[in-house]
T-cell receptor, first 111, second 113 residues
Framework: NAGVTQTPKFRVLKTGQSMTLLCAQDMNHEYMYWYRQDPGMGLRLIHYSVGEGTTAKGEVPDGYNVSRLKKQNFLLGLESAAPSQTSVYFC??????????FGSGTRLTVV | GENVEQHPSTLSVQEGDSAVIKCTYSDSASNYFPWYKQELGKRPQLIIDIRSNVGEKKDQRIAVTLNKTAKHFSLHITETQPEDSAVYFCAKNSGGSNYKLTFGKGTLLTVNP
């Protein structure tokens, strides 16, 4: 099992560009999440999904969109990147009874 | 009710000493409290968790205690080693369900040889 796989690992975007981050899990987990991690701020929830075809907003959803068309995939989109979205993005998945399994992260820089 | 306060933000100990990190919360519906360790440049990894029906859980040198009345839980690391150096995050679930964790801001633990 690969666990949770995120692509890409690194990306540099220019302000206004768009991109999609992909998260894939092979553990048949129902729940999937996108967090961003900034120095001194911990991990903040962007969006999450409790099942295929469902998504919900987290603590910091503005500027991001998500989709969960297949149970194993959770996509995070930035339609018009801003420097404030420079961060490390972590995807995670879980079942109802256990803690998260995190992906290895995507380091995004917006210039 | 969503926030988790974590203290201290940095902690430096000598090898062999104990380290204690404490988190407080206000949501009385929370019933799942995991701790994660994140080494530099790596992903957070679950090291121990506790559910509200127990007050303490141990796993070798790591233990977690929970006081639901006072709404705080703590991570205890005994006989610290240099490889324990990392950022530690506490977390709690919301609304009694076991998903959607809210994280503390983290504690940078440094174990000096």
């Amino acid at each position: 099992n690969a666990g949770v796989t995120q692509t890409p690992k690194f990306r540099v975007l220019k302000t206004g560009q768009s991109m999609t981050l992909l998260c894939a899990q092979d553990m048949n987990h129902e729940y999937m999440y996108w967090y961003r991690q900034d120095p001194g701020m911990g991990l903040r929830l962007i969006h999450y999904s409790v099942g295929e075809g469902t998504t919900a907003k987290g603590e910091v959803p503005d500027g991001y969109n998500v989709s969960r068309l297949k149970k194993q995939n959770f996509l995070l989109g930035l339609e018009s990147a801003a420097p404030s979205q420079t961060s490390v993005y972590f995807c995670a998945s879980s079942t109802v009874n256990y803690g998260y399994t995190f992906g290895s992260g995507t380091r995004l820089t917006v210039v | 009710g969503e926030n988790v306060e974590q203290h201290p933000s940095t902690l430096s100990v000598q090898e062999g000493d104990s380290a204690v990190i404490k988190c407080t919360y206000s949501d009385s519906a929370s019933n799942y409290f995991p701790w994660y360790k994140q080494e530099l440049g790596k992903r957070p990894q679950l090291i121990i968790d506790i559910r509200s029906n127990v007050g303490e859980k141990k796993d070798q040198r790591i233990a977690v205690t929970l006081n639901k009345t006072a709404k705080h839980f703590s991570l205890h690391i005994t006989e610290t080693q240099p490889e324990d150096s990392a950022v530690y995050f506490c977390a709690k679930n919301s609304g009694g369900s076991n998903y959607k964790l809210t994280f503390g801001k983290g504690t940078l633990l440094t174990v000096n040889p």
